[in-house]
């Protein structure tokens, strides 16, 4: 297969690794910028280059309803449409199907919703989403899952992690289905990737772990239903019962996670890939992830501040431009402010997962992460 | 003077020159992108740089209101607090003061507005406006101007013109004052450059600039009071009437002005440098300029349409984006759809002054021009 992993250095459940895919190798751990809709917010194709982003995201639900997943495919597919041409990872939507809340209803055969944008009548089913993905035509594409809160007891847990699994079958069962019949996929090689559910519950997740590894030979692992209500305590054991629970020669994605913190402590967990908003979500708000904490770009005393965003940072917003300059972009609602605090944020996520991985291959992983650690949540400056 | 224009060759009234500044050379014609508050819309500095863009402009009003010209003084300068080191042209004001219509009063000592930001009260003269523009610290600073509607009569475009000329004299006085007691102005190297104002009167137009060449050798020369409500005909007509009266050895600078077309226009008239905010401004809701005229992304029939913007432009939006790909963009309101069209846009405009100025060198202007006004005029695809 043309998916392959390779762990490079260890320490404790920590690794450093390589995935390769046929667009590329991705050097893991990794953050994958978000490209909801087919482009990283308020960012250009050509800085995630110059940032050294390795594998980006995108995302089926929303790519399907705009501008619909038959227009990305007869556009030549999403690398061709929207100008990258390295690995892209869509998300089947099952997490935003879950974030309609009152708008669905799940059954077995899949889920009914209102669409978002015009309220229109829509059902997704685990085949329908794989034709999509399919569609879409990324490189590695998750299952579709059944979505549940973070505090959810173990009985609704249970339902959605048997469901989901369940609708991974369906789905490889559709997947296997289109690669025979080769469609003329615009990415004719794809791994399609199971996701593993069960809360917060412990039992549950070993459960469907041992499922899960039965059924295929997967490329990957997804971690879905963390970062969805559930206390940081609460996704820290978790992910400490799924590291012991997966396989180690596959790389695990800890889906819609995280802030800096999480990533430092995810990879202390064995975690291998990330996504959030957060970086570009917060940018667009003003806020600043520096190695002292967060930051808000707008506040007064910022007003003729020289200083970069963050001194120790060689992102092109911190290499260029003061505070006072930024501030004074939102101050007066100029797009570029938006722009060089998503870049700024993307690129401390990149850059902290380069320091992470090189600490890792020096050997020095357990003390950096630990200094890193302290240092950020020290932040002398807290968020007004 | 570190100031001097070099005419390089010659069609009817129209040259091709280069305009000497302290910070490098500005060919001609040429079009000045509009950084209002010290940022070119939806672009990045280095997008103005890769674009080739010469000098660009910002405005005196603006950045006096937010961030405060202190603040950006305080800072280094505008050059520096905006991270552009090319030539930079400051608009005193005048036209924004004219655009406050019922805000503000004008007398023979200056103007009072209230502030468009938070109604409060403020007072221009024309000293004021000096020192705000030293303290910001361009290039070329303009003189501070009483603008009037297109269409005004002759005695209230002569009150106006003469006023402007008295301003003049007195921001000259002000400006010589400043340079003498060398106030630490970031740019301590500045051109005051006139404004010759007397709406489509051709009689105001030839006594200003009389007077105004009387006054001093100016580095060069706005024209102001044009592309204000007039028709496009008194707009060529008055400009016919400027090239006569303005003397051919300095660069002539057609304020706020424009669309493609009249930067043609204005060419063949005589004139050498433009801005406006129109690529910008029209960029944000979706228009484009092609060589065939201009077009609405959003159009529906573009839904799936794989060509670029316009297929004879190399710009970064041309050379990497389908139409299909920026309607959608558009749609879904995603940031990189402004950033491209303003970045098409502006760079058509800065490619239509690069091809005149050769066209001028080669001795074809007269033909290429001609061409090129009927090609963008046949528009076979009209804006909906």
Redesign the interface.
């Known amino acids: 297969m043309s998916f392959r992993f390779r762990v490079e250095a260890t320490a404790g459940a920590a690794r450093a690794g390589v995935f390769f895919t046929p667009r590329g190798p991705v050097e893991t751990p990794a953050f994958m910028p978000v490209g909801t809709?087919?482009?990283v917010?308020?960012?250009?194709?050509?800085d995630l280059t110059a940032m050294g982003a390795g594998m980006i995201l995108a995302n089926a639900y929303h790519l399907h309803l705009?501008?619909g997943d038959d227009?990305v495919r007869?556009?030549?597919g999403l690398h061709r449409?929207?100008?990258w041409s390295g690995p892209i990872l869509t998300d089947s939507g099952g997490f935003q199907v879950f974030s309609l809340a009152t708008l669905r209803t799940v059954s077995e055969d899949g889920a009914e919703f209102q669409s978002h944008i015009d309220g229109s009548r829509r059902a997704f089913t685990p085949e329908s989403v794989i034709h999509i993905e399919r569609n879409i035509g990324a490189d590695v594409i998750m299952q579709f899952d059944h979505v549940i809160p973070g505090q959810s007891d173990a009985p609704a847990a249970r339902d959605a992690s048997e469901r989901s699994l369940r609708w991974l079958a369906r789905c490889r069962r559709e997947f296997a289905r289109l690669v025979r019949e080769d469609r003329g996929a615009p990415t004719p090689d794809q791994a399609l990737l199971p996701i593993l559910q069960g809360g917060v519950h412990a039992e549950l997740r070993r459960e469907a772990a041992a499922a899960i590894a039965g059924m295929d030979d997967w490329a990957g692992y997804g971690v879905g239903g963390l970062s969805v209500g559930e206390s940081k305590a609460a996704m820290y054991a978790t992910l400490d019962v799924v590291d012991e629970a997966l396989p180690r020669d596959r790389p695990r994605y800890l889906m819609g996670v995280g802030f800096p913190e999480d990533l430092v402590e995810g990879v202390r967990r064995g975690v291998d890939l990330f996504d959030c908003v957060a970086p570009t979500r917060m940018g667009r708000n003003g806020t600043v992830f520096t190695s002292d904490g967060r930051l808000n770009v707008k506040r007064a005393d910022f007003?003729?501040d020289?200083r970069p965003l963050d001194e120790r940072c060689d992102c092109?917003a911190c290499r260029?431009?003061?505070r006072?300059?930024i501030?004074?972009?939102f101050?007066?609602d100029?797009?570029?402010g938006?722009?060089l605090l998503s870049l700024h944020n993307v690129h401390f996520l990149l850059s902290l997962m380069r320091d992470l991985r090189s600490a890792l291959l020096s050997a020095t992983f357990d003390g950096w992460s630990r200094d890193w650690l302290e240092r950020y949540h020290s932040r002398p400056a807290p968020v007004p």
Do not use: N, V
Not at 41 to 46: E, I, S, T
């Open positions: 809709l087919g482009t917010k308020a960012l250009d194709p050509d705009r501008p227009i007869a556009l030549g449409f929207m100008g007003r003729a020289p092109a260029r431009f003061s006072a300059y501030r004074h972009l101050i007066a100029e797009m570029l938006l722009r």
